[in-house]
């Protein structure tokens, strides 16, 4: 049974930075690699990152210089580090393991 766990959100003010972790059991994140997605009520969800089982990395244009994807295969856990926040980087945090898998979710909040 696969179940990916995600952690690391939080309340963080503008210009802060926060790291999120997605821990994988049931699959092998290093062969499927891992995409991080963000979602806001009302609103489609919107693909963040992605790292390739080839350890590539891809940005959405909204984030690129300020995140960072990751990934620890000892740990079997991918990471998405957060930098330079803004307001509008507020959302739900899903990681998804780019098969039919997601996290639950984690709540990201950039405020003053």
């Known amino acids: 049974q696969v179940q990916l766990v995600e952690s690391g959100g939080g309340l963080v003010q503008p210009g802060g930075s926060l790291r999120l972790s997605c821990a994988a059991s049931?699959?092998?994140?290093?062969?499927?690699?891992m995409t991080w997605y963000r979602q806001v009520p009302g609103k489609q969800r919107e693909l963040v990152a992605i790292?390739?089982?080839?350890?590539?990395?891809i940005y959405a244009d909204s984030v690129k210089g300020r995140f960072a994807i990751s990934r620890d295969n000892a740990k079997n856990t991918a990471y998405l580090q957060m930098d330079s926040l803004k307001p509008e980087d507020t959302a739900v945090y899903y990681c998804?393991?780019?098969?039919?898998?997601w996290g639950q979710g984690t709540q990201v909040t950039v405020s003053s």
């Open positions: 998804y393991d780019n098969s039919e898998h």
């Open positions: 049931g699959t092998i994140l290093s062969s499927s690699g």
């Open positions: 790292i390739t089982s080839g350890g590539r990395s």
